[in-house]
């Protein structure tokens, strides 16, 4: 009763630094990801083995020593699937589970090898001899398109206005070519799936993934069997960014097939260097872009292609390269534009969805034109930016109307905090001094649109349940990476039953509570998942108050949900009592909740329509310094303003935009994808793979979330997105990093470095321009 | 004796079947079900499977963050391996490092968080002030995808603020556990599984008897390069001597470090830091602290690599090896050790015992320039050392990695200074000169053309640095001025 009586609010409200749910299981290592759960007994394991060829014929497979390893139990090939060998998340057919007769790429699975231990079906799978007839590959697109390997899904051209004419009319032109190096996704926690069968044709799987209602309908569909007899369960994931979206289906399906083929469970979880080298990853681009420009720096006319080295097989390439356009205009206003997408099918791995999902490689195509604009007419970029702002009312090269821009305060707000101005004359001081150390500076903003371009996938369900004793198990279809997603949807339960968030119990995500879920991805995690659990909670709350208001005889707007009670007239009756109450009277205290995204639609034949609800914004001024004499360099400060709506949680939200700013500077700076020309990733492991450390991250990291910002559209609590947008705020320190080396030619031209602007890139665009 | 003994947390260990290739990463995940330690990529440089390692040494116990995963088991002998699921505050409850990683919003997927918070306890025990440099430095070692690292330094400073040594757990049972482990560590281990065999000196007399008798057993340091051997290549190894334990004198005398082939790299810091303050920093940068707790000089050495990041100083200071076969020594230049990629002037049964290293009184630097700035294997490492007497150079030794197929000496380079006037246009003279001594490759880590323009450039920073100790010619300099 003292609680019911404590006035104070409840813990864990909505827009409140509420800790992530799993935190103190993190630090103490208690929290179980799929490796960690206990095994069934009898456990086998697979291991997948890899095409040595980057293109080629199958000549010969000869598996007898492997099969002679004492403890292998046997080998799968494309031969013995017992249902559909694709695990295109398109429909496409175009993604073997296993190499059949062919192979398109240099670490395809070809093979798996079960045996009793992980360590054996491992040290088996290198003992098979497998003969292939080499074929010609190419590698990037650009060679692709010169041999003439087509696309892997169909392109798309965004046009508005007269391109081509508005070109031709303007005072002044720039064409180049920028080529936008790829980024692995390094989840911590790599792919991993284990099966457990059961009666009937049931499959029970545990695996890592965002998207667990695609792995169960692949896994059904390799099983020969109906979507109803396969579950899929993800508590948590070690990190996702996209790399988990489409990329677990085939370790899920070799672990299902496997299992039902020697009716035990089945693990599988490849090694790091196998897991880079075998999964998708960001889209590498070439880029050809053309601006055409008025003295004043104001865009006229923008005309590109862009060319995707997609891998093998379309996967998600299609959607991908579309947002690449989506986001060729970043938060600029192009009076005439021709942009187009072409997903070339390369003979690399396939590659898939990461944080951003193509907008990185249209955003910084965008960025870059500003930057020619800037430098050849001697202006700061800043002020090219703030001229080609969009204003409310223009139309994106997609043909949807921009109304709710908000980048104007942004830059003001961020201009005076950082300092911007005093700080780039400081920097051009320093760099006429001519050292070898060179600084530079730059203020770049990000507009994202947040939805599914796939219309269907803005859906979203939940399940509520309250127990008798008050107790809530909370259960949704969005997934955990470490984004804290359950930790926010638990705060707009908390919030709409007035319960202190320990009452709520957050669940493994589970196809057998909310079916035909959507991926977690697009940013979308919060506002579906977040919603649809309202709409749960909304429910039962209706259910409450009718009963409260017939049990105690009162109108039901006299009945109001307070802090850990509800006020009935002028009596206020603990939450407890209350579920107790309405248990005894056989109220339904269960529902599930339903959300789908409101005004959203999007007609790609035409290239017009609403693809996004709203817009995320944001910007960030980084300064860095470069090392003229080596080409390494340092982040020296970064200052950042994001646009989160009304933040559900601003603890959770900073870090998302921290986590995303500094993945974003590493695609950009030290994170190489490198092929040999036989087309073997060279980069596949921590040694040779460079992600961002602790001693790269800004020396001074000043990052704050726009608190005035309120999402004019009907989201959850009025928030907005935040998983990808802030990425994009990493390309400042790609431009800081290209204004340090144009000093070495007095900024007489741009550096025009490609990414990643390794030290190597830096030093060898150092030496062009000194010449 | 027949059993391999060590303590895991509060337990003690004994056993009797190992193979070398039997890892710790395993053992305790699979064996012992202790799963809070992850695996993020096997190979010791995501930090994931951090854990701590105790052993006695002449100052008393110490703690050390190491890396699992390329830790063989066989090593372990006569530590205390302490995982994330021993570590708690006294009262059971979060620990300092814990509860304010919690508190700062310090995990997000939460996968690495065990390895960071190990890492960071190791650096909370010894640092009870550490500076956000010497965080990042602590944290070399460990990669987090999710939070950008700043809520790790803040919890790691305020940790540091809770303060709380005296009253942990390894601290109160350190008198017990010292003991204990000392009483594991009499006489030779040898042990096997599988006819693989796996042998534990008793000292380093044992060792040089031991390698007369099996001259091809692999012999195994810190393991930082032959657990992945284990890890990444499988090969096989049907006999392996672990000598982690072995060799750890160091000392200066009659002008130079004396630094036994079994010290590691942290081992060696405070007297690098003492005689040699100049590449403090370079030292700084070989692995992460995880690897620098792990891996010896002499291995890296003996190892023979082309990219090893000591052997190009080693070589520029006139560095020479101790190299012993049973009670014999002889004792060379470390240049001459390097015969070609791949082979060393190590005869069988013989094993590196000390290294010498010179502490001249003259102008030192060593550079490495690498993709990322820590836990990177270098595009290119070089180390300088210039005497100069009233103006004139009198002597240059300029060794360089990353550049040819051993590290080795940029004898054109050396000759473009020597008896030339101490001045810039000596120095610009030996940057062009440089391009006759190497004829770099290309790989995944840097291009011909890069190494090149680096190694002569490396040159001119080492003028302007030497002539000009206020000039900012590094991003350090810059930064500061930043601050």
């Known amino acids: ?771 | 004796m027949t059993q391999l003994r060590f303590l895991l947390n509060d337990q003690e260990i004994a056993l009797s079947e190992v193979s070398p290739s039997d890892m710790l990463l395993d053992h305790l995940r699979i064996a012992r079900r202790l799963t809070g330690t992850k695996e993020g990529c096997a190979e010791g440089d995501c930090g994931a499977c951090t854990i701590l390692s105790g052993r006695v040494t002449p100052d008393g116990l110490v703690y050390e963050p190491i890396n699992a995963c390329i830790r063989p088991l066989a090593a372990c002998h006569g530590t205390h391996i302490v995982t994330i699921e021993h570590l708690a505050a006294p009262d059971g409850g979060l620990h300092p490092v814990q509860a304010e990683m919690v508190e700062h919003h310090g995990s997000q997927c939460g996968f690495c968080t065990p390895g960071i918070v190990m890492a960071l306890y190791g650096l909370w025990m010894t640092d009870p002030d550490p500076s956000e440099e010497m965080i990042e430095t602590a944290l070399q070692g460990n990669i987090c995808r999710c939070t950008g690292y700043r809520p790790i330094i803040d919890a790691a400073l305020a940790a540091a603020r809770a303060g709380g040594q005296a009253m942990d757990a390894l601290a109160r049972e350190r008198q017990d556990v010292a003991r204990r482990l000392a009483a594991m560590r009499q006489g030779r281990v040898d042990v096997s599984r599988d006819g693989h065999r796996a042998i534990v000196p008793a000292d380093t007399d044992d060792l040089a008897a031991l390698l007369v008798q099996q001259p091809d057993a692999t012999i195994v340091a810190g393991a930082t390069d032959v657990g992945l051997w284990i890890t990444k290549f499988l090969r096989p190894i049907p006999s392996a001597i672990f000598i982690g334990a072995l060799m750890k004198d160091i000392r200066h005398e009659d002008g130079a470090l004396r630094i036994g082939a079994g010290v590691t790299y942290s081992e060696a810091l405070p007297m690098i830091r003492r005689h040699l303050p100049q590449v403090a920093d370079y030292w700084l940068r070989i692995g992460g602290w995880q690897v620098r707790n792990l891996g010896t000089i002499g291995a890296n050495i003996a190892n023979g690599s082309p990219i090893g990041d000591t052997p190009p100083l080693l070589i520029a200071l006139g560095a020479e090896i101790v190299l012993r076969h049973c009670d014999t020594r002889r004792q060379i230049p470390l240049q001459d050790f390097f015969i070609d990629y791949g082979k060393q002037d190590r005869k069988p049964g013989e094993f590196v015992e000390e290294i010498v290293i010179p502490t001249p009184a003259a102008r030192i630097a060593a550079y490495k320039v690498s993709k990322r700035r820590d836990s990177d294997i270098s595009s290119v490492a070089m180390g300088i050392v210039v005497r100069e007497e009233g103006g004139t150079i009198i002597d240059a030794r300029i060794a360089c990695g990353g550049m040819a197929a051993t590290p080795r000496r940029a004898t054109a380079a050396e000759n473009a200074l020597i008896g030339q006037p101490f001045a810039a246009d000596s120095f610009a003279a030996a940057g062009r000169a440089i391009a006759d001594d190497f004829t770099p490759l290309s790989d995944m880590r840097a291009s011909a053309e890069y190494r090149a323009s680096v190694a002569r450039n490396l040159i001119r920073r080492f003028w302007l640095e030497q002539s000009d100790p206020d000039l900012p010619v590094t991003l350090r300099d810059a930064a500061k001025e930043v601050a």
């Open chain 1, 1 to 771: 009763m003292k609680d019911a009586t404590d006035n104070a609010p409840i813990r864990g409200l909505a827009h409140q630094d509420a800790i992530h749910d799993s935190a103190a299981k993190h630090v103490t290592g208690r929290a179980e990801y799929t490796d960690d759960l206990n095994e069934p007994s009898g456990l086998a394991h697979a291991y997948l083995g890899l095409s040595e060829c980057a293109h080629g014929r199958i000549l010969s497979a000869d598996y007898t020593d492997v099969l002679a390893h004492p403890d292998v139990l046997g080998v799968l090939t494309a031969a013995d699937l017992p249902g559909v060998n694709d695990v295109s998340p398109n429909g496409k057919d175009d993604d073997p589970i296993l190499a059949d007769g062919m192979v398109h790429f240099l670490g395809q699975p070809v093979f798996a090898v079960i045996a009793r231990t992980r360590d054996a079906a491992r040290r088996a799978a290198r003992m098979a001899r497998i003969e292939y007839e080499a074929l010609p590959h190419a590698l990037d697109p650009i060679a692709a398109r010169d041999a003439g390997m087509g696309y892997v899904t169909d392109p798309l051209t965004l046009k508005r206005g007269d391109a081509a004419a508005a070109m031709a009319d303007a005072p002044h032109r720039i064409a180049g070519r920028f080529a936008i190096g790829g980024q692995d996704h390094f989840y911590l926690e790599g792919q991993i799936a284990m099966a457990v069968p059961g009666e009937d044709d049931d499959m029970v799987l545990h695996v890592s993934t965002q998207h667990p209602s695609e792995v169960q309908h692949m896994v059904a569909h390799a099983l020969g069997v109906p979507n109803h007899s396969v579950v899929v369960n993800v508590r948590r994931m070690g990190g996702g960014f996209g790399g988990k979206e489409t990329q677990m289906n085939l370790f899920a399906c070799v672990a299902a097939i496997a299992a039902r083929r020697w009716n035990c469970a089945v693990k599988i979880r490849p090694d790091r260097d196998d897991d880079m080298t075998a999964t998708g990853k960001r889209h590498d681009f070439v880029v050809d872009y053309q601006v055409g420009f008025d003295d004043q720096g104001r865009i006229r006319a923008v005309d590109g292609d862009w060319y995707a080295r997609c891998g093998f097989s379309a996967d998600l390439s299609g959607p991908v390269t579309d947002r690449a356009l989506f986001h060729a205009d970043n938060a600029y206003y192009y009076p005439n534009v021709r942009v187009s997408s072409h997903p070339m099918r390369t003979n690399t791995v396939s590659n898939t969805a990461f944080r951003g999902f193509g907008g990185p490689q249209g955003v910084i195509v965008a960025e870059r034109m500003i930057e020619e604009i800037a430098y050849a007419l001697r202006m700061d970029p800043l002020e090219v930016r703030k001229r080609n702002l969009y204003q409310n009312g223009q139309l994106t090269p997609y043909h949807q109307e921009v109304t709710d821009q908000i980048l104007p305060r942004i830059f003001d707000e961020l201009e005076a905090s950082s300092d911007y101005h005093a700080r780039r004359q400081a920097v051009l001081d320093w760099n006429a001094k001519g050292g070898v150390i060179r600084k530079g500076i730059a203020l770049t903003p990000v507009k994202f649109g947040i939805s599914f371009t796939a219309t269907w996938f803005n859906q979203a369900g939940a399940l509520i349940h309250v127990y008798n004793d008050g107790s809530i198990h909370l259960n949704h279809g969005g997934t955990e990476m470490g984004q804290g997603l359950n930790t926010k949807v638990a705060q707009v339960v908390a919030e709409a039953f007035q319960c202190d968030i320990s009452l709520i119990k957050i669940t493994k995500t589970t196809t057998e509570k909310v079916p035909n879920t959507s991926a977690t991805a697009a940013s979308s995690g919060a506002d579906l998942n977040g919603m649809a659990a309202l709409d749960a909670a909304e429910q039962i709350k209706a259910r409450l108050v009718e009963f409260a208001a017939s049990h105690w005889g009162v109108a039901p707007d006299r009945v109001a949900f307070r802090p850990r009670a509800v006020q009935v007239g002028d009596e206020l009756v603990p939450w407890a009592d209350l579920i107790r109450a309405a248990y005894m009277a056989r109220i339904q205290l269960s529902a599930a909740g339903f959300y789908k995204t409101p005004k959203i639609h999007w007609d790609r034949s035409t290239g017009q329509g609403r693809p996004f609800f709203y817009y995320a914004y944001g910007a960030a001024v980084s300064e860095v310094s470069v090392d003229t004499l080596t080409g390494e360099y340092r982040i020296d400060r970064i200052d950042i303003l994001h646009d989160v709506g009304r933040s559900l949680n601003p603890a959770l939200d900073r870090g998302q935009v921290e986590g995303a700013f500094v993945q974003g500077a590493g695609w950009l700076t030290s994170e190489e994808l490198w092929w040999d020309d036989k087309g073997r990733l060279r980069t596949h492991a921590p040694s040779t793979y460079k992600v961002p450390l602790a001693s790269d991250r800004p020396r001074i990291f000043d990052v704050r979330l726009a608190e005035w910002s309120v999402n004019p559209e009907r989201t959850v609590k009025r928030s907005k997105a935040v998983g990808e947008p802030p990425f994009m705020l990493g390309i400042s320190v790609f431009e800081a990093i290209n204004m340090a080396v144009a000093s070495v030619c007095d900024y007489r031209e741009p550096a025009r470095i490609d990414a990643p602007a390794t030290p190597e890139r830096v030093l060898m665009a150092v030496e062009r321009l000194s010449r």
